[in-house]
């Protein structure tokens, strides 16, 4: 059994907000960074591929969110602004997600953000699938004189995430001395699938905040988009880096930089891609890219998928591949299914792991390799996911028929190889390799 939930305390300075300088482009040890780290929590009987499958179930389907269907929720809370019945509660029969019951976070990243003045520091998801920030749905939300009511309620209902409640303004704190004042956050009245987190650092593009409110259907910035229309930060883009270690889940080892990049993060230069086009994957951050398999060294080189839209989400845990690909994919590895690990698990023999060529992310005119080790899962993490102790396991899994017109999804195994920064003021996603590009560490 594997219980890994820790975070690391790391100083919180809880100072009032005033104005900020500038910060510029490039920087090392930014005080705009956010450190998080990644949270496993596989005592339940949900694989990670069961939770990514259900998150990923959402995407190419409009997402239903029933606010119209929940008048009267509305209106109760609206009159006192209190926290209302959930067992009577409409939305919960109108959004009977997630799926999951009320189980919990499997696997993700997690940063601790501050609201309100002093702040109170929550613990939250971070999700570049979702724009909504969320507090308050395990440490209660602690209003103080910067939290103001919208009197507007707040609801989302998609893949693993329940939640529902008032939109607030208050200042959220990134990190000591960097602000945002007036961020409007959802404060949970009730909620599902965050539990032990208090809720979520929403990344994502804000229209997918669209038709999230009750009365209102303009969609609600980012900390990102307030960070950069309050003058806080020079661009309206954030970073991420992740150093992957597979036996130290409880390490600060993730950072996020708000408005920069952090030449300390990353290897060579940035390549920008520009965002795809092609819905649904254009409502996230969506990209044009193709796999290719092999090819380094001479080996015959096999084309796993033709250049199609996908997206890149850190909600995700694994890399998952249309089913042709996949199969393609499993063709030209060898690889064989274990069926009975929950939705099976693609497995090799060491011999066939020696010879494993990589898998290319070809995008633009640039190419970024999947090294044999980045293809493979944890081995110190094999009970996690019901595997046998010295098997070896591939992070590519099948899309199956979860998301309509997406052909690829890039995880945290990806995201775990290359510095990312998504940029939202140009409309592009830029990736860059690490020091971790080539780590052995699984
Ligand atoms: C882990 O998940 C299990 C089952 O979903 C839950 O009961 C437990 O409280 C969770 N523990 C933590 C620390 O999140
Ligand atoms: C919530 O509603 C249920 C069912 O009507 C009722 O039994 C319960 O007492 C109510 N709880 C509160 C706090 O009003
Ligand atoms: C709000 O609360 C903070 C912290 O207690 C205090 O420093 C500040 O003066 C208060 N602001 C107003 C306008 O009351
Ligand atoms: C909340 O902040 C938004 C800007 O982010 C502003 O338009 C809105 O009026 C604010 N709401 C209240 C109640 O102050
Ligand atoms: C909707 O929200 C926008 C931005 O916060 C605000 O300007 C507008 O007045 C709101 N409309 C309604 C009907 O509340
Ligand atoms: C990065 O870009 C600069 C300027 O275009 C170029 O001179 C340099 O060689 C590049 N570095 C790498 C590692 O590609
Ligand atoms: C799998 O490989 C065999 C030959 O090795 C080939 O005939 C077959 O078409 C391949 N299937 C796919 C889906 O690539
Ligand atoms: C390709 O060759 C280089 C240098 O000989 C070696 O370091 C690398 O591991 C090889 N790659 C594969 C996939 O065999
Ligand atoms: C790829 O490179 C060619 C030749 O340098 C250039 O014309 C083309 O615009 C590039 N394509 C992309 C998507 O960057
Ligand atoms: C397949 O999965 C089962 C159930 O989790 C496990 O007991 C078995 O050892 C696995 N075998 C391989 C080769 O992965
Ligand atoms: C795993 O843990 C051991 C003991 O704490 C440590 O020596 C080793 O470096 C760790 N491995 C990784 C990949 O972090």
Redesign the pocket.
């Known amino acids: 059994m594997l ?1 890994v ?1 820790v975070l690391a305390p790391f100083l919180v300075l809880a100072t009032g907000v005033t104005a900020h300088p500038k910060i510029p482009n490039a920087i090392r040890n930014t005080p705009n960074s956010v450190p998080f780290s990644k949270q496993i ?1 596989v ?2 009987d949900l694989s990670p591929v069961h939770k990514d499958l259900i998150r990923l179930k959402n995407i190419g389907h409009d997402i239903v969110k029933g606010v119209h269907h929940i008048v009267n929720d509305v209106h109760h809370i609206l009159k006192g602004d209190h926290r209302f019945n959930a067992s009577t509660s409409h939305a919960r029969e109108e959004n009977p997600a997630p799926e999951l019951g009320l ?2 976070v499997v696997m993700g990243y997690v940063a601790k953000v501050g609201v309100g003045n002093p702040p109170t520091y929550y613990s939250l998801m971070v999700d570049t699938g979702r724009a909504v920030t969320w507090v308050g749905a395990n440490t209660p939300y602690q209003k103080t004189n910067t939290s103001v009511s919208n009197f507007e309620v707040v609801i989302e209902g998609s893949g693993t995430v329940f939640v529902y409640g008032i939109l607030y303004n208050d200042t959220v704190t990134i990190s000591p001395g960097i602000a945002i004042s007036q961020q409007p956050i959802g404060v949970s009245d009730i909620s599902a699938g965050i539990y ?1 987190l208090d809720g979520v650092l929403g990344l994502g593009p804000k229209g997918l905040s669209y038709d999230t409110l009750a009365k209102n259907t303009s969609v609600i910035p980012t900390v990102t988009d307030n960070l950069f229309e309050q003058g806080t930060i020079e661009q309206n883009l954030v970073a991420m880096s992740f150093e992957p270690n597979s036996n130290s889940t409880s390490a600060i080892n993730g950072e996020l930089t708000f408005g920069a990049t952090d030449r300390t993060k990353y290897t060579g230069n940035i390549s920008y891609f520009p965002l795809t086009k092609t819905p649904p994957a254009s409502r996230y951050w969506g990209v044009d890219a193709s796999f290719q398999y092999g090819g380094a060294n001479g080996s015959a080189s096999v084309n796993i998928l033709d250049t199609n839209a996908g997206i890149i989400d850190t909600g995700t845990t694994l890399i998952y591949l249309s089913t042709d690909a996949y199969q393609r994919y499993v063709n030209a590895t060898g690889a064989a299914l274990n069926e009975t690990m929950g939705p099976g698990w693609l497995y090799m023999t060491p011999a066939q792991y020696e010879k494993l060529p990589p898998l290319s992310f070809n995008i633009g005119n640039s190419t970024f390799e999947l090294t044999p080790n980045a293809q493979i899962w944890p081995r110190e993490l094999n009970s996690a996911i019901r595997g046998a102790d010295d098997v070896i396991y591939l992070v590519i899994h099948s899309l199956g028929d979860s998301s309509p017109g997406v052909d690829f999804v890039c995880g945290m195994a990806f995201l775990e190889r290359f510095y990312t920064v998504f940029d939202t003021g140009n409309s592009r996603i830029g990736l860059a390799p690490t020091p971790f590009t080539n780590a052995e560490t699984n």
């Open positions: 219980l939930a929590n005592t339940g189980s919990d032990p």
